[in-house]
T-cell receptor, first 112, second 110 residues
Framework: DAGVTQSPTHLIKTRGQQVTLRCSPI?????VSWYQQVLGQGPQFIFQ???????GRGNFPDRFSARQFPNYSSELNVNALLLGDSALYLC???????????FGDGTRLSIL | SQQGEEDPQALSIQEGENATMNCSYK?????LQWYRQNSGRGLVHLIL?????REKHSGRLRVTLDTSKKSSSLLITASRAADTASYFC??????????FGAGTTVTVRA
């Protein structure tokens, strides 16, 4: 079975732009979570969605938003990009939001 | 903010030696997990230990959990070059999110 897939793998944007990152969970998994990992640090929780509803939100500004589709795939949107948004964005899926979670390889976002 | 803190930050060992890393956390947990991350890749789940468990084994991995001290340890026995990676502990409470530490970078020398 395919694992969690994320697209694109790399992305370069400039300050002030907007970006959309995509995630397809493992088949049968209904929950998707998003994490931001800045270089040299551990991942930080951004959102969790389950059955298309937001279940949890981390300490991120309103510039960050997400949604989950009927097929359980998800998008993460970031508006008004800042240099500090440069990071690896990881998506994780699980059956129902409980543990363990299975991670994709991430999208590397660079802001110039 | 990070819930967990791993110690040491970096570890260099010879192939065949054991590697031990520790994790401390701040608040009560349901589970504690360890993940491995190879450079530039996603996280791979290694092992989950529940708050009512004290020790767990999986292949060459041994995890302990001491909830009274809010700490955990990960032991990798008979290390291999392929074990070179960053290792993260992650805790979860009642809010479904995982809280990660900053990780331990392990280098296994041939």
């Amino acid at each position: 079975d395919a694992g969690v897939t994320q697209s694109p793998t790399h992305l370069i944007k400039t300050r002030g732009q907007q970006v959309t990152l995509r995630c397809s969970p493992i088949s049968g998994h209904k929950s998707v979570s998003w994490y931001q990992q800045v270089l040299g640090q551990g991942p930080q929780f951004i959102f969790q969605y389950y059955e298309k509803e937001e279940r949890g939100r981390g300490n991120f500004p309103d510039r960050f938003s997400a949604r989950q589709f009927p097929n359980y795939s998800s998008e993460l949107n970031v508006n008004a990009l800042l240099l500090g948004d440069s990071a690896l964005y990881l998506c994780a899926s699980s059956v129902d939001g409980n543990q363990p979670q299975h991670f994709g390889d991430g999208t590397r976002l660079s802001i110039l | 903010s990070q819930q967990g803190e791993e110690d040491p930050q970096a570890l260099s060992i010879q192939e065949g030696e054991n590697a031990t890393m520790n994790c401390s956390y701040k608040t009560s947990i349901n589970n504690l997990q360890w993940y491995r991350q190879n450079s530039g890749r996603g996280l791979v789940h290694l092992i989950l230990i529940r708050s009512n468990e004290r020790e767990k084994h999986s292949g060459r991995l041994r995890v302990t959990l001491d909830t009274s001290k809010k700490s955990s340890s990960l032991l990798i026995t008979a290390s291999r070059a392929a074990d070179t990676a960053s290792y993260f502990c992650a805790t979860d409470g009642n809010d479904y999110k995982l809280s990660f530490g900053a990780g331990t970078t392990v280098t296994v020398r041939a």
